[in-house]
């Protein structure tokens, strides 16, 4: 047996102790691009109204404008609508689609917890489904399963930076006369057979928070072909209700606004970061190969899958640790891992039917949309709900954020023998594992 004293976790030298560069996406061409903005002072230019008042337009600045323009083209869709995050972005998809009390939107559980409150803000009901095994996104048997006569919408997360097999969750929407919204939050740039995603479904969402592959610090975009339902997230995003009168909208359910409205700032920011996506995006597969090649030899981790034509584009680097073929629980090779310097995660985030939310049924007083006197259905958020979804969490996926800029391959290597390492040691971490408690899964 190799020697307890090798191990970071008992007291030995750690494979790395510098820590990994932080993910920081700009540089001078931001910094120009905000100057520029600030030297015309005109920080935002949305104005809540249609009153002639220029340079102040309903849709925002020039800026913001541009950025739109330039995201229609990047992506060859009709519409890209800028908003402050994607939170607000799924939040006035789901307005626009039209739903409401009594709906029901199928969702699935192992998402960013904004990928199934944007039901709850309208006041309709989510209702989670389960995911696939290989890459953690909805399982279109289980949508199917899951559709009742209340089911108004279908948020499909593209998770990890991985397409969701979305073409026969679209093929089951159309049958059953739902909207399909893509939450596109981890995937820009990546495409599902030819198509990016985001331009599948009827909308999609993308979101610019400073830990996205681009960023603007705080923000998001929407895209669609659809010229209705563009112009009610439009109305959605800014104060609607006060234009709809004047616009003579015929349907004016959800067209009430928030103020969803992005910066000249952001925007500014946003145009130079879409020039920077391929380079990005290049710089994590590359790091992400090397990384799956540098352990492909362990037999107990699954490396990240890609299915045939499809992009991965590795928001985050999703491993599966088999704890059977491991002989050692999953937390103490994560324990075991990060005594060594290298961040590596049990789980992703708890499935959302497990928050307080959903298992006390309240969201707001009274208890709707659950228990509101409108919805006639049952969702249930009994544990055990989703298994697969809990079984990667509780017990098989680690996750790291480490296939990304700036970082490089020599920091891959440390990984790598990182990981090596710990699995030298299994004998020793099996024997001593009861003195391993820890465990950061949540
Ligand atoms: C980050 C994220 C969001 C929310 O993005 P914000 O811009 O922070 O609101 C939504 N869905 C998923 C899957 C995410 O990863």
Not at 267 to 285: D, P
Not at 385 to 412: G, Q, S, V
């Amino acid at each position: 047996m190799k020697g307890v004293k090798n191990l970071a976790i008992f007291g030995g030298k750690p494979v790395r102790t510098e820590e990994l560069p932080p993910h920081i996406t700009t540089d001078d061409d931001e910094i120009e691009a905000v100057v520029e903005v600030m030297k015309k002072g005109r920080l935002s230019l949305f104005e809540g109204s249609f009153s002639p008042d220029p340079p102040f337009s309903f849709n925002g600045g020039p800026y913001v404008q541009r950025l739109e323009r330039e995201w229609e083209k990047y992506y060859g869709v009709k519409h890209a609508i800028a908003v402050n995050s994607a939170t607000s972005g799924l939040y006035a998809a789901i307005g626009a689609s039209g739903t409401g009390p009594g709906d029901e939107v199928i969702v699935s559980p192992y998402t960013m917890t904004a990928s199934a409150t944007c039901a709850v803000i309208y006041n309709a009901v989510p209702v989670f489904a389960d995911i696939r095994e290989d890459i953690f996104c909805l399982d279109a048997q289980a949508v199917e399963n899951a559709i009742t006569p209340y089911t108004k919408a279908i948020v499909v997360i593209h998770l990890f930076g991985h397409p969701a097999d979305i073409d026969p969750i679209m093929e089951l929407a159309r049958k059953h006369d739902l909207y399909v919204i893509e939450d596109c939050a981890q995937v820009h740039g990546a495409h599902y057979k030819g198509k990016y995603v985001g331009t599948i479904g009827d909308i999609g969402v993308f979101s610019l928070n400073c830990n996205k592959t681009i960023q603007t610090g705080e923000g998001g975009i929407i895209t669609t072909n659809n010229d209705e339902l563009a112009n009610r997230i439009r109305l959605i995003r800014n104060h609607g209700e006060v234009v709809v009168g004047s616009m003579g909208l015929a349907d004016i359910a959800n067209t009430f606004g928030w103020n969803y409205r992005m910066t000249e700032i952001e925007a500014a920011i946003g145009a130079v970061q879409l020039k920077k996506l391929k380079k990005f995006n290049k710089q994590r597969t590359e790091l992400a190969a090397y990384l799956t090649k540098g352990i492909s030899d362990i037999d107990f981790l699954i490396p990240p899958v890609v299915r045939e034509n499809c992009d991965h584009v590795y928001y985050v680097y999703p491993l599966r640790y088999l704890e059977e073929v491991a002989g050692v629980p999953r937390n103490v090779f994560a324990a075991a891992l990060n005594a060594e310097g290298i961040p590596f995660y049990e789980g992703y985030v708890k499935p959302l039917y497990l928050l307080p939310m959903y298992q006390q049924k309240i969201a707001y007083r009274g208890g709707c949309p659950f228990k509101c006197s409108n919805y006639k259905g049952n969702a249930s958020y009994e544990k055990g709900l989703c298994p697969t979804a809990e079984r990667m969490h509780y017990k098989e996926i680690m996750t790291t954020e480490i296939c990304r800029y700036p970082l490089t391959k020599a920091d891959m290597d440390d990984i790598i023998n990182a990981i090596h390492k710990v699995a030298d040691h299994m004998g020793v971490l099996k024997e001593r594992k009861d003195t391993i408690k820890g465990s950061n899964v949540w």
